[in-house]
């Protein structure tokens, strides 16, 4: 690695198999700007050896996180290249991620799931198909060997402590061996003593042969690196070199001294300049390594094998969680034995209907099977996002990444439609229709289901965190309500509100319910004399073919998930500022 004095000798590491060895990093006038126009990466080069452990060192605003995800091929800069042994990665980097590893600062692992089944989950997601489940058995109890969680193997990821947490994410990247390891401030948040541990679990994998490279602020952390890249704010290269090195360059007794000189004298266009401009016999700039071709590409498993997978990890994660299931079951119960007490029974009476009630009941029916889709999509993906990211990033898709959701939610949201519809039905507050007509209600109402269930997906993936999805709730939920052609009809409505109501989902199922139950002939013919003016005022509502009702929900699911997906697609390859 380039920086001040000679180079360090290269320990070459290989064990006697090529994927062993460490990568040679290298990177060339790296140069990367935000929306806004600003730089945050200002022509950095610098070479890291195999089997070194680097630290890249800075205050708040300085780049450390930019640096290293173009380092990594996370989030590439716009100008500059960064190479693997010799190799360009722009044009490999599927191939180098299959030994590529990559640990955000946030945890890549789900907390409801005991260690070892995550383990075991990432690594049928991420070894090659056609692993046996003994190669996958092994990969998983040596990579808790590697890393001291043998003895935590079946507690949950989030009964761990904070470092354990550290360490286990750091084990899902060794499932496939990596060569090169790059951490985002991975003891962040640790107690010295707990970040020092790490620390030297990050030593124990570079004496296996793997390159680390990690992001720090804690001056404590510096004192485990044999080389230390420090970045002054905005993205400025003010120096890189050895620990002992650096106290030599800034002339201070203390790492602490080097955040001080870098944030109070000059500014940092001079520090880089002044490092960019040193003797070059200082410099040591070391020689070019040997290039080596980059490694196959493993054939990773198929969107099928994926979405099985993702949807066995979504479907035990769900069920682990106590209060979620209570929630996910309590809810339906709790509404729609409200609506037993709310509603009285005999309302579609053919001899004495009661127009008010039957809209009612039909509406909130409607509104139900809307409202219970949204609500269990909504927290779906955003509490996910960074492991989307990190998998996504290792040949994870989107598509069967969003197809998984839908495949664990769906079945509770049909079988809670269908548990109102029979309760309601049993108990009167529906009318006696042929086993037709309810199969026909169900289908409408599964139809909407999966229409709120893919908005509250496509909610979910655009929201930036949890507190966020839970606030879209009222503000998707009022328009459904407003809308709907039921409390207003939509024919009397003001024309923008007959053109949100276009695009409202439960309108139309409010709609095609009713056709299907008869609610127009049931008012028209039956015994209540405010049938008739009832259904002169909601206009040619209910008219349309029941296929035509259908095909417009179905356009809703379909438009809804491409949506998801879309955000799906920026929310994995969004880069941290």
């Not at 452990?53 to 990594?72: C, F, N, P, Q």
């Not at 296996?208 to 993205?235: E, M």
Request: proline share 8%.
């Amino acid at each position: 690695m380039s920086g001040m004095g000679p180079p360090r000798p290269v320990v070459d590491r290989t064990v006697g198999e090529e994927h062993r060895r460490g990568v040679r990093i290298q990177a060339e006038h790296l140069t990367r700007r935000v929306r806004t126009g600003l730089t945050v990466l200002h022509d950095i080069s610098l070479s890291i050896e195999p089997g070194e452990v680097v630290g890249i060192v800075g205050g708040s605003g300085a780049g450390k996180t930019t640096l290293l995800e173009a380092l990594a091929g996370v989030q590439a800069a716009q100008a500059g290249a960064v190479r693997f042994d010799g190799v360009e990665i722009s044009g490999s980097i599927d191939a180098w991620r299959r030994v590529l590893g990559y640990v955000p600062q946030d945890d890549i692992i789900h907390a409801d799931l005991p260690l070892a089944r995550t383990l075991r989950y990432a690594a049928r997601l991420r070894l090659p198909s056609g692993t046996s489940p003994q190669a996958i058995e092994r990969a998983v109890t040596e990579a808790l060997r590697a890393l001291d969680l043998e003895e935590r193997a079946d507690v949950p990821v989030g009964s761990l402590s904070g470092g354990q947490r550290k360490r286990a994410s750091i084990a899902v990247e060794l499932l496939t061996d990596p060569r090169v390891f790059f951490l985002d401030e991975p003891t962040s948040g640790l107690d010295p003593a707990t970040g020092a541990e790490l620390l030297r679990v990050l030593r124990g994998l570079a004496a296996r042969g793997a390159t680390i490279v990690f992001t720090t602020h804690a001056p404590q952390d510096v004192s485990a690196c044999d080389r230390i890249v420090f970045l002054a704010k905005g993205g400025h290269l003010a120096f890189v070199g050895t620990p002992a090195e650096a106290l030599v360059y800034f002339d201070v007794p203390s790492v602490e001294r080097v955040y001080e000189r870098l944030a109070a004298e000059e500014s940092p266009e001079a520090w880089a300049a002044r490092f960019r401009d040193r003797p070059a016999a200082e410099a040591g700039t070391d020689p070019p390594g040997p290039a080596h071709p980059a490694p196959p590409v493993a054939p990773r498993p198929g969107a099928a094998a994926q979405w099985w997978v993702l949807t066995r990890r979504t479907f035990e994660t769900l069920v682990r969680n106590p209060l979620t299931v209570a929630i996910l079951v309590g809810s339906p119960i709790m509404v729609v034995a409200m609506f037993t007490i709310l509603f009285r029974p005999g309302a579609f009476e053919p001899r004495d209907p009661q127009p008010s009630a039957i809209l009612m009941i039909l509406f909130w029916i409607t509104f139900a099977a809307f409202f219970f889709g949204l609500t269990y999509g909504l927290l779906q993906i955003v509490a996910e996002r960074t492991i989307l990211r990190r998998e996504h990033l290792g040949g994870v898709g989107l598509g069967p990444y969003l197809l998984s959701k839908v495949a664990v939610v769906l079945p509770f949201l049909l079988a809670v439609n269908a548990l109102m519809l029979l309760v309601l039905r049993t108990l009167d507050r529906l009318p006696a229709a042929p086993l037709r007509t309810y199969l026909s209600v169900g289908g409408t109402l599964a139809l909407l289901a999966t229409a709120a269930l893919a908005l509250g997906l496509l909610t979910s993936a655009g929201v930036a965190n949890p507190s966020q999805a839970t606030l879209a709730l009222p503000l998707l939920s009022f328009p459904a309500v407003l809308f709907s052609g039921a409390i207003l009809p939509v024919h009397i409505m003001a024309g923008p509100g007959k053109a949100i109501s276009l695009v409202i989902p439960v309108r139309w199922a409010f709609e095609a319910v009713g056709r299907a139950l008869g609610v127009r002939e049931l008012l028209m013919e039956g015994g209540s004399p405010l049938g008739p003016p009832l259904v002169a005022s909601y206009g040619d509502a209910g008219l349309q073919p029941m296929g035509l009702y259908w095909t417009i929900l179905a356009g809703f699911i379909l438009a809804f998930l491409v949506g998801a997906r879309l955000l799906l697609r920026r929310a994995a390859s969004a880069t941290t500022r």
